[in-house]
């Protein structure tokens, strides 16, 4: 038979018990029913209840009306830090590669943030065999990491609205912002080097007639199947911009040796 261990904590009292209020009891109580080689157990068919009288889990703490909550306190070097840790107990049937042990960590050594910092909050899991996954990471100048690649041996992506994102951020649906910054690799400019042979426009509408798009350029049903990298799209319509600007120039060229025949004709 199972019982429920209510411990209630009042400012100048070591504990009290709903039913069991000597001293001498208690004690009584915690020798028979815990292993004699172990410390710190509670019977295993039990509850306890910090707060409450009706402990409905193992561990059931009750507030009340009031603001409270658990702490737990460290201090130390870098190499000291708090966890709480969710872990598989039988991994005889686990699938290999798998998570069996998340943790959440309070640390100062920054594991999985890239080196030491003043505290953070780290979420990670630890596989069969070693390796790491470090899902959500919180540092102390206020930013937050998802899906670090440091120190893991997967990284991982980010999706929002769906269950498979193929990529670091999937997201279905729209994305709000005000501005957005796409590093690249590669810009158009190479458009107006010495070397760039530039398509002449007998070129370009034999091109069209045949393709239905601009050379270089994605086709609608590429783009209906595979989306756009908007870098690299970017870059294409300057590199069009650019041609376009080069035919420009070519055609004003070409416009003011016409009228300047058209002058001298006349005169």
Not at 33 to 46: E, K, M, W
Request: with cysteine.
């Amino acid at each position: 038979m199972g019982y429920n261990v209510c411990l209630y904590f009042k400012p100048n009292t070591l504990y009290t018990m709903k039913k069991f209020v000597n001293p001498f009891l208690l004690f009584l109580l915690c020798c028979t029913s815990l292993n004699a080689l172990a410390q710190n157990h509670f019977p295993g068919t039990g509850n306890v209840g910090i707060g409450t009288t009706a402990p409905v889990n193992k561990l059931t703490i009750d507030n009340g009306a009031t603001r409270d909550g658990l702490t737990i306190l460290s201090d130390g070097s870098n190499v000291v830090y708090s966890d709480i840790n969710f872990r598989v107990k039988d991994l005889s049937a686990f699938p290999a590669g798998n998570v069996h042990n998340w943790v959440i960590s309070h640390r100062k050594d920054g594991y999985f943030s890239g080196g030491p910092t003043l505290s953070s909050l780290e979420f990670y899991g630890s596989r069969p065999g070693g390796g790491y996954v470090a899902p959500l990471v919180f540092e102390a100048n206020g930013d937050v990491i998802l899906a670090s690649p440091y120190a893991v041996s997967r990284s991982g992506n980010v999706g929002i609205g769906l269950l498979n994102p193929q990529y670091k951020l999937t997201v279905a649906g729209t994305i709000g912002a005000r501005k957005m910054k796409v590093t690249q690799e590669t810009w158009a400019d190479f458009v107006f080097g010495p070397e760039y042979q530039l398509p002449s426009l007998q070129e370009l509408d034999a091109y069209i007639k045949v393709h239905q798009h601009l050379p270089d350029m994605p086709s609608e049903s590429e783009v209906l199947a595979d989306g756009l990298d908007l870098g690299e799209m970017n870059r294409k319509l300057l590199q069009k911009v650019e041609e376009l600007t080069l035919y420009i120039i070519e055609q004003d060229k070409r416009i003011k040796v016409l009228e300047s025949r058209s002058v001298a004709g006349k005169d």
